[in-house]
């Protein structure tokens, strides 16, 4: 397609239909009504064998591909995590696929690393982490927790980059440390990583979700006492199920004391450390390795923006680099990101994060974020006020787990009940909640984190949710 007038006004058509999608994204329904195989069926089989006009594909983005999609952008998602793309993100993103950068090495395009570097120095600030952690974009939290873990492998001295793991006598058993609450990506990281998921301990916790510390040292001194070799303990500030909060000053302390990487992940609630009220979320984090926080959950960037903050980025550099004959750098004192993890070609992610936080200001994260906090905790005090409903775990941040309780229904009972409610109100279409287990009991959850999410659409969704447990029980 060539550039000119045409691509003005398809611009525009596209721009204006982006302005009536997210001022009237209430009139969709969230989760989409497509049923399996409903595009499959409704697209060729066959790519076009002649370029077809804007117009007709146009056409069938509107007809065919938005009923297909659940509306994350929806004020009214209370799924997962809630998450959105500001407008403004939404502009530096088609600036990016304009200048359709490949920010492998700094010369392949300076402004895009060293946005990154800028932009990411002021997240750390934002944050209140040391000046000694250095920031990177990856796409996903999953990616950046891969990465750490294998800096942490890295960190070990076992040669492992050069010799590998496989058919060697000396190499002993690696382990990685969790919990239950903690999320998949360590597990698969550790899958890729060699280290097998046997050796990934799962780490008692207590009743409100978090990590033991007494029992991570004693499954740390057993393996050590064993010839087992510890090669992470993962923390997590604001657990996927619950926003639980492992204890990370004392997993610090039991961790610095036997040598072994401490992995924080905040992918969602690190944002919350802007809040000089939740500072001290991240406080005990900073003597970490290694750090991930998610700006695309809840910073308002669209997916996918995710930035892991190390200690050594040297350490991580060795990890990975490999200087490739026809990738020549000969610039001096800076980055080429390349060298930092397993991708090559990286997007210019830095920009849509540089336009979120000079567009809002510190100032008007903060304002969203206490905002969703607030509508949280009311929304708690409403459950808590109903006979008949309970909330199932702590609730400190913008996320609340609950669930129906009637009198009289045994356990299996309860959560058939819940379950059922859970399809009810999502068949609805006018929001959209998940549910999790926790102690192996269904419970609803209410994720709060859309910029443009009202009261009245959190008042909406208490609605809508007890009318359907009136319905069904
Ligand atoms: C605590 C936590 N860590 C990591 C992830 C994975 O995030 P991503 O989708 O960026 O890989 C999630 C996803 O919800 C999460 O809740």
């Known amino acids: 397609m060539s550039v000119d007038a045409e691509f003005r006004d398809r611009f525009a058509r596209v721009a204006a239909w982006i302005e009536d999608y997210l001022r009237e994204t209430r009139r969709y329904p969230v989760l989409s ?26 056409r069938d983005f509107e007809r065919l591909i938005v009923p297909g999609i659940t509306h994350w952008n929806h004020p009214r998602f209370f799924a997962y995590f809630s998450i959105s793309a500001a407008p403004v993100t939404i502009l530096a993103e088609a600036l990016a696929a304009a200048l359709d950068v490949n920010a492998m090495l700094w010369r392949t395009s300076p402004a ?66 969790i919990t ?40 740390l001194d057993d393996d050590i006492a064993h010839g087992r070799r510890p090669m992470a303990a993962v923390a997590t500030v604001g657990t996927t199920s619950t926003t639980s909060s492992d204890p990370v000053a004392a997993i610090r302390e039991i961790t610095r004391a036997r040598n072994v990487w401490l992995h924080v992940d905040a992918a969602y609630a690190g944002p919350a450390a802007i809040l000089p009220e939740f500072r001290s979320l991240l406080d005990p984090a900073h003597g970490a390795e290694s750090l991930v926080v998610n700006p695309h959950k809840w910073l308002f960037v669209p997916i996918d923006l995710s930035v892991l903050f190390v200690r050594d980025p040297e350490l991580l550099r060795r990890t990975f ?14 980055h080429n990101y390349m060298d930092y993890g397993l991708q090559l070609g990286r997007r210019f992610r830095a920009l849509k994060l540089w336009f979120a936080i000079r567009s809002y200001g510190v100032h008007g994260l903060q304002e969203h974020l206490r905002g969703h906090i607030a509508l949280a905790q009311e929304f708690a005090g409403w459950v808590a006020a109903e006979a008949e409903w309970e909330i199932a775990a702590p ?4 996320v609340v787990c609950y669930r129906a309780v009637p009198a009289g229904r045994d356990d299996a009972a309860v959560d058939a009940l ?32 859309n910029e443009r999410t009202t009261r009245e659409d959190v008042v909406l969704a208490w609605e809508i949710i007890r009318e359907a447990a009136l319905r069904l029980r």
């Not at 990465?147 to 058993?173: F, N």
């Not at 999320?183 to 009743?207: F, M, Q, T």
Request: charged share 25%; glycine share 8%.
């Open 112 to 177: 895009a690393t060293e946005l990154e570097d800028v932009t990411l120095g002021w997240l750390r600030q934002m944050l209140g982490l040391p000046p000694a952690f250095h920031g990177i974009i990856y796409d996903t939290a999953s990616i950046s927790g891969y990465t750490a873990l294998a800096a942490a492998r890295e960190s070990l001295g076992l040669d492992i980059r050069e010799r590998g793991m496989a058919g060697r006598s000396d190499l002993p058993v690696l382990r990685v440390y």
């Open 418 to 449: 819940n379950a059922a409610i859970m399809e009810d109100v999502n068949a609805d279409g006018r929001i959209f909640i998940s549910s999790t287990k926790l102690r192996g009991r269904t419970v609803l959850r209410l994720a709060i984190g």
């Open 321 to 334: 680099s490999l200087a490739a004959v026809y990738l020549v750098a000969p610039e001096t004192g800076v």
């Open 33 to 58: 009504r497509s049923q399996p195989g409903d595009l499959i069926a409704a697209l060729p089989a066959a790519p076009p064998d002649e370029g077809e006009s804007f117009d007709a594909i146009f």
């Open 395 to 398: 609730h400190p941040l913008s």
């Open 180 to 219: 239950d609450q903690t999320h998949s990506h360590i597990e698969k990281g550790a899958i890729a990583l060699g280290v097998g998921r046997e050796n990934v301990v799962k780490v008692p916790i207590d009743d409100d979700f978090r990590m033991r510390p007494e029992a991570l040292a004693q499954a």
